[in-house]
């Protein structure tokens, strides 16, 4: 059974930093680009960061570009985002996704909160 | 970037009723190398994560009643939920993958049950 659980998220203040955690199961990780993909409250879907199978590209849009990073360890099966320079807009639940002819599996989200 | 746009924003049926909602895309999710179309439908439960219901514009994943139909090519596509029930009160998204990254989803259809 694939299984991919997040950790790390809370209430943090504008400006500082926050690390999330993904530990996937039930496939073979290393096969598989993986997504971060966040909800803001109320709001839609939002495609926050990817990484290749290998880890050696990585995509951000515009919003992200520049203060999130997105890695992985594949010997222990865990995706990774890095979160710097947090904004009150960052406020949201996190999704870590396997992306394969969409995005077949997803966690059950840790929330982000940003506020003072 | 492609963007998807979603219609209705929100909608109100009676429990065996028929849906059906809209997705359209700015540019062809169409690929000509194997004639698929690249868009994925979501159904997102109140207090769940999303759970892929479509994929290839018209691929049930496992498990998704019959009664969900994903229809289209090109920019148009749609999802179909004939005989509605209570337990299918969820946000719908669709979402494409042609052009990716980025991914880029639509806003999303509300869909309620009277």
């Known amino acids: 059974e694939v299984q991919l659980v997040e950790s790390g998220g809370g209430l943090v203040q504008p400006g500082r930093s926050l690390k999330l955690s993904c530990v996937a199961s039930g496939f073979t990780f290393n096969n598989y680009w993986m997504t971060w993909i966040r909800q803001a409250p109320g709001k839609g879907l939002e495609w926050v960061a990817s990484i290749t199978n290998t880890g050696g590209s990585t995509y951000y849009p515009d919003s992200v570009k520049g203060r999130f990073t997105i890695s992985r360890d594949n010997a222990k099966s865990t995706l990774y985002l890095q979160m710097n320079s947090l904004r009150s807009e960052d406020t949201a639940t996190y999704y870590c996704?396997?992306?394969?002819?969409?995005?077949?599996?997803w966690g059950q989200g840790v929330m982000v909160t940003v506020s003072s | 970037d492609i963007v998807m746009t979603q219609s209705p924003s929100s909608l109100a049926v009676s429990a065996g009723e028929t849906v059906t909602i809209n997705c359209k895309s700015s540019q062809s999710l169409l690929y000509s190398g194997n004639q698929k179309n690249y868009l994925a439908w979501y159904q997102q439960k109140p207090g769940q994560s999303p759970k892929l219901l479509i994929y290839?514009?018209?691929t049930r994943q496992s498990g998704v009643p019959d009664r969900f139909i994903g229809s289209g090519s090109g920019t148009d596509f749609t999802l179909t939920i004939s005989s509605v029930q209570a337990e299918d009160l969820a946000i719908y998204y669709c979402?494409?993958?042609?052009?990716?990254?980025?991914?880029?989803f639509g806003s999303g259809t509300k869909l309620e049950i009277k």
């Open positions: 979402q494409q993958y042609y052009d990716t990254p980025p991914f880029t």
């Open positions: 996704t396997k992306p394969y002819s969409g995005f077949d599996y």
């Open positions: 290839w514009a018209s």
